[in-house]
Antibody
Framework: EVQLVESGGGLVKPGGSLRLSCAAS????????MNWVRQAPGKGLEWVSS????????YYADSVKGRFTISRDNAKNSLYLQMNSLRAEDTAVYYC??????????WGQGTLVTVSS | DVVMTQSPLSLPVTLGQPASISCRSSQSLVYSDGNTYLNWFQQRPGQSPRRLIYKVSNRDSGVPDRFSGSGSGTDFTLKISRVEAEDVGVYYCMQGTLLFTFGPGTKVDIK
């Protein structure tokens, strides 16, 4: 069974940093691209970042480019999102998701990031 | 950037009746490999999103056959043949042809 478990969310002040993790199991992690997708409270889904299976290709939404860094450790079956210079508008539930057919097919339960003073 | 629009944004439905959601993209979603990467997701209240349909019309494993997807180019449709109570939630289209973009979502609830 595919499982994705996010962690690392919490309350952080504007300008602060946070590192999210996603532990994957139930599939060959090193064979799949992965995404981070977020959802602000009461709002829709927003794609944040993607990383290919071998980390060769990395993409970011314009809203986070230059502030967020996606990475992965295939030996540890883990996906990460380093978030710096956080803003109030980054407040959201952050989901990690496996990608197949250029689309997230399995999603984690999400981790809440709140940016507030 | 590709912009995705959906209509309607709110869809009250009667149990047992059909429902349809439209999704349009600002440019063609045909990828260089010939495939069209248009997907549909369901998000039930309090749950993570779930993919229903990939590449326009392919149902994911476990998705009831009352859900179907169709369309081409820039115009796409998700149809529910007979709405059930468990179908309440928000439905998003999403393109994966040029990076990823979600539509604004359509809230489906029971009349």
């Amino acid at each position: 069974e595919v499982q994705l478990v996010e962690s690392g969310g919490g309350l952080v002040k504007p300008g602060g940093s946070l590192r999210l993790s996603c532990a994957a199991s139930g599939f060959t992690f090193s064979s799949y691209s992965m995404n981070w997708v977020r959802q602000a409270p009461g709002k829709g889904l927003e794609w944040v970042s993607s990383i290919s299976s071998s980390s060769s290709y990395i993409y970011y939404a314009d809203s986070v480019k230059g502030r967020f860094t996606i990475s992965r450790d295939n030996a540890k079956n883990s996906l990460y999102l380093q978030m710096n210079s956080l803003r109030a508008e980054d407040t959201a539930v952050y989901y990690c998701a496996r990608v197949s057919y250029r689309s997230p097919d399995y999603w984690g339960q999400g981790t809440l990031v709140t940016v507030s003073s | 950037d590709v912009v995705m629009t959906q209509s309607p944004l709110s869809l009250p439905v009667t149990l047992g009746q059909p429902a349809s959601i439209s999704c349009r993209s600002s440019q063609s979603l045909v990828y260089s490999d010939g495939n069209t990467y248009l997907n549909w997701f369901q998000q039930r209240p309090g749950q993570s999103p779930r993919r229903l349909i990939y590449k326009v019309s392919n149902r994911d494993s476990g998705v009831p056959d009352r859900f179907s997807g169709s369309g081409s180019g820039t115009d796409f449709t998700l149809k529910i043949s007979r709405v059930e109570a468990e179908d309440v939630g928000v439905y998003y289209c999403m393109q994966g042809t040029l990076l990823f973009t979600f539509g604004p979502g359509t809230k489906v609830d029971i009349k």
